[in-house]
Structure formats: structure tokens, C-alpha cells
T-cell receptor, first 113, second 117 residues
Framework: DAKTTQPTSMDCAEGRAANLPCNHS???????VYWYRQIHSQGPQYIIH???NNETNEMASLIITEDRKSSTLILPHATLRDTAVYYC??????????????FGTGTRLQVTL | SQTIHQWPATLVQPVGSPLSLECTVE??????LYWYRQAAGRGLQLLFY??????ISSEVPQNLSASRPQDRQFILSSKKLLLSDSGFYLC????????????????FGPGTRLLVL
């Protein structure tokens, strides 16, 4: 399974952009990169995912390098409520339609005033 | 819209006692269903997944079992709990679809925190 590497922790000032990096150098050509976040004592929340192209939704943007070996999650205007552990995951198929998400220890993002 | 429920939210059980955790999904049909466990300070580990009623696949051999008696119901069980079964248990659902690219996003429930004493 493709492994991801993320910094253990990051700080960001409220209102500024938070850029969370992730390395996934062993990713295969058809494997997707997913980002989730987990606020203390809650279930993980889906943020965004992508394969090759950059993606944007109402929560965040995902920038994937051309060689697909790394990606960056961007929260454009971080708020205190964005304080959480952020997980970068490579989705691995276990059947044609189901998959396994292997969560590492993620990046603990602390947004401060 | 889709909703996923898990209960109970918190459970304290003695070693050797049985376990039954339930997960139900509303607002979708024939979902993939998943059970994950998160040990303290660690990432999530996939335990079981199911692509249909009565179809269960195990990812990690252990003291637990899973069943799917109805399309949108997923149950995690144990006959005799061990101390090492303590953790945060999460149920997730997904539906595979093709729209510009393959879409199969897992959505997680609120979780059950289990403490075995």
C-alpha cells in the first residue's frame, strides 16, 4: 500500500491560508489521494480528493504535483474551527467498488488568533 | 441527504463480556459499509468491509466479527472482549459511482468509544 508522510504539526494564524503538505512517492497511477480531518473525539470528516488534476470545493483546494508524488491541501482562510488533525490518504481498492483507507498519524493543525 | 448513526456513543465493558455495536445508514441504498478502529494516539485501521447483505470481508484477524443483516445495517460483535479491544470504533459508508472519474468516498459516523476494563 502507498504510504504517506506528513509533518507532525503546523500552526496557522486565523484568516491566513493553511498549506498542509503530503508526500506519497510510492503512489500508483490509478490511486486517488484523499484528505480527511478529525476534530477531537469525532469521526473523520471528508474534505477533498483527487487523482491528477488540482481540485477545489467549498472547503479546500488540493494541489497535486505533476509526478503525483506529493500534494498540498490548502485551506484558504483558516478559522479556529479548522483546528484538527488532517490526514492525507492514498485510497487502495479492495474490490472493484470498495476501498481501504489507511490513516497515519496526520498533521495536527493549530489555528491561532 | 445521507445520515449515518452509531450507538452507543460510549461503552465501558468488563474483560470477557460480549460486545455488539450497531451502525445504520439512511438516505442511500446498497452502500459499501466499513468498520474501523482507532487506538489511542494512532491512525484508523480497517477491520471489516461489506459490499452487500451477508457479504463480510475481514482485513485483520482478531477477536471481533461483523455482520450485515440488512442493506443499511452493519454490526460489530465480540463473544469475549479483551483489554486490547479498547478504542474508538468508527463505521463508514460509501457508494461507488462514475462521474468524470471514479467516485467512492467514505463518510464516517460519530463513532463509539469502547473501554474494556
Amino acid at each position: 500500500d502507498a504510504k504517506t508522510t506528513q509533518p507532525t504539526s503546523m500552526d496557522c494564524a486565523e484568516g491566513r491560508a493553511a498549506n498542509l503538505p503530503c508526500n506519497h512517492s510510492t503512489i500508483s497511477g490509478n490511486e486517488y489521494v484523499y484528505w480527511y480531518r478529525q476534530i477531537h473525539s469525532q469521526g473523520p470528516q471528508y474534505i477533498i480528493h483527487g487523482l491528477k488534476n488540482n481540485e477545489t470545493n467549498e472547503m479546500a483546494s488540493l494541489i497535486i504535483t505533476e509526478d503525483r508524488k506529493s500534494s498540498t491541501l490548502i485551506l484558504p482562510h483558516a478559522t479556529l474551527r479548522d483546528t484538527a488533525v488532517y490526514y492525507c490518504i492514498v485510497r487502495v481498492s479492495v474490490t472493484g467498488t470498495a476501498s481501504k483507507l489507511t490513516f497515519g498519524t496526520g498533521t495536527r493543525l493549530q489555528v491561532t488568533l | 441527504s445521507q445520515t449515518i448513526h452509531q450507538w452507543p456513543a460510549t461503552l465501558v465493558q468488563p474483560v470477557g463480556s460480549p460486545l455488539s455495536l450497531e451502525c445504520t445508514v439512511e438516505g442511500t441504498s446498497n452502500p459499501n459499509l466499513y468498520w474501523y478502529r482507532q487506538a489511542a494516539g494512532r491512525g484508523l485501521q480497517l477491520l471489516f468491509y461489506s459490499v452487500g447483505i451477508g457479504q463480510i470481508s475481514s482485513e485483520v484477524p482478531q477477536n471481533l466479527s461483523a455482520s450485515r443483516p440488512q442493506d443499511r445495517q452493519f454490526i460489530l460483535s465480540s463473544k469475549k472482549l479483551l483489554l486490547s479491544d479498547s478504542g474508538f470504533y468508527l463505521c463508514a459508508w460509501s457508494v461507488y459511482r462514475w462521474a468524470r472519474q471514479a467516485q467512492e468516498t467514505q463518510y464516517f459516523g460519530p463513532g463509539t468509544r469502547l473501554l474494556v476494563l
